[in-house]
């Protein structure tokens, strides 16, 4: 049985991100990624007008007057949400943790996703695999999506996106549209993302706080990292420390986009001190430019 007031936070999500989807996001979504999965229809003779790179050079040889091949538009997608649930997703110093920013913004795109009739899915992850849930359609599928992101208590603090995108090439095999959300504190991960890049369409979303960019002037402060417990005491007061941290922490950032950029990786940045879906639809209206 399902306790009363997870049921409360759930439909409070889908009232908020279904308003979004409807009023503003789900054009953008249609625009961008419906027509780009094509399904072959049918060879037919050519027509004047038709675009002379359809051409199908092996029935024309054979037919001995030229022929075009037609497609028509894929009648259904597959959306997979690939979540990091690790310990530093429970970090936040603004209205809202990274971790209940992700669940609101994965709800947009999973309603934005059934909205067009395309299936979703569910990879939750932090050092090991905690949760996978096979791609469906429907509200009822979607509401226990945002249910298990909501409230999946992982077994691990730590991060392996290795692990998750090996895990995602062995479990979906055809050719889906992946939005990977996560902070990406972690390393060693670019080879195998870039092998998931060429089976699906990936789309890595970060989630940042102010605080892991830089930090205030406020003296003394102890520091732990959540995922491995160690601890260090700063003087917050010493701005060479401070400036080393904010110079440290943007050319990661930095380094990460220029990798994503090399192997066709497009990256959306969500801050905690901002709201979610402007840059969500500043994405949909690049990749809609792109076409």
């Known amino acids: 049985m399902i306790p009363k007031h997870v049921l409360k936070k759930v439909r409070q999500i889908e009232i908020r991100t279904r308003h ?27 027509e004047p007008g038709d675009d002379i790179r359809t051409i ?27 979540v990091d649930v690790s310990a530093s997703s429970n970090f936040g110093t603004f209205e809202q943790m990274k971790g209940e920013i992700v669940a609101e913004l994965c709800a947009v795109l999973a309603f934005a996703a059934i909205k067009n009739n395309d299936r979703v899915g569910l990879l939750i992850f932090t050092d090991q695999i905690e949760k996978f849930i096979p791609p469906k359609k429907g509200r ?16 691990q603090p730590g991060t392996d996106i ?25 390393s060693n991960y670019m080879t ?22 830089r930090l205030p002037p406020v003296g003394l402060i102890e520091l732990e990292d959540v995922e491995t417990g160690e ?17 440290m922490n943007i050319q990661r950032r930095e380094e990460r986009d220029r990798q994503f950029r090399l192997m066709g990786v497009d990256a959306v940045h969500i801050s905690t001190d901002r709201p979610y879906i402007d840059p969500l639809i500043q994405f949909f209206r690049m990749r809609e430019r792109q076409r």
Request: no cysteine.
């Open 20 to 46: 979004l989807v409807n009023d503003v996001f789900s054009g953008e979504y249609h625009s961008v990624f419906k027509g780009r999965g094509m399904e072959f229809a049918e060879v037919r003779e050519y």
């Open 56 to 82: 199908d050079w092996n029935v024309t040889a054979r037919m001995g007057r030229p022929y075009i091949k037609r497609f028509t538009e894929e009648r259904e997608l597959t959306v997979i949400l690939v």
């Open 192 to 213: 195998p993302l870039r092998i998931a890049n060429k089976r699906h369409d990936m789309v890595a979303i970060t989630i940042t706080d102010p605080r892991e960019i």
């Open 162 to 186: 290795t692990q998750a995108l090996e895990y995602l090439n062995k479990v979906i095999t055809r050719r889906s549209i992946v939005f990977m959300v996560s902070d990406f504190l972690t």
């Open 231 to 247: 601890e260090v005491l700063i003087d917050t007061n010493d701005k060479a420390w401070l400036q080393a941290y904010q110079k």
């Open 140 to 155: 009822t599928h979607i509401l226990r999506v945002i249910r298990e992101l909501l409230y999946t208590q992982p077994e």
